[in-house]
């Protein structure tokens, strides 16, 4: 089994920063994907940002790419998602998961298993 729990969420003005983190434990075999996810009210959760943790490989969905970074801390079990240039349309409440297997889509989510409970992200203009 896999636990994540998420952290950083928060309100912060168009234009700012919001740093996400993502802490895991359990079967480091089952999360060899990490992703980011997102679900805004009355939308469908979409992937945001995914790390492959054993070669740091990262892929991003293209309205997050040049402003969302993913990153990891092994030593820490730690995924985090940098989220920079923040605008209105990024609020949504954010999901880490993970996957043993992300090869049929780095960004899909049906190929990720385990999820945490979410965190809140609420961008103003």
């Known amino acids: 089994q896999v636990q994540l729990v998420e952290s950083g969420g928060g309100s912060v003005q168009a234009g700012g920063s919001l740093r996400l983190s993502c802490t895991a434990s359990g079967d480091t075999a089952r999360r060899v994907c990490m992703g980011w996810f997102r679900q805004a009210p009355g939308k469908e959760r979409e992937g945001v940002a995914s790390i492959i943790t054993l070669d740091g490989g990262t892929y991003y969905a293209d309205s997050v790419k040049g402003r969302f970074t993913i990153s990891q801390d092994n030593t820490k079990n730690t995924v985090y998602l940098q989220m920079n240039s923040l605008k209105d349309e990024d609020t949504a409440m954010y999901y880490c998961?993970?996957?043993?297997?992300?090869?049929?889509?780095?960004?899909?989510?049906?190929?990720?298993?385990?999820w945490g409970q979410g965190t809140q992200v609420m961008v103003s203009s």
């Open positions: 998961a993970a996957a043993k297997d992300c090869s049929g889509g780095y960004l899909l989510i049906s190929e990720y298993l385990y």
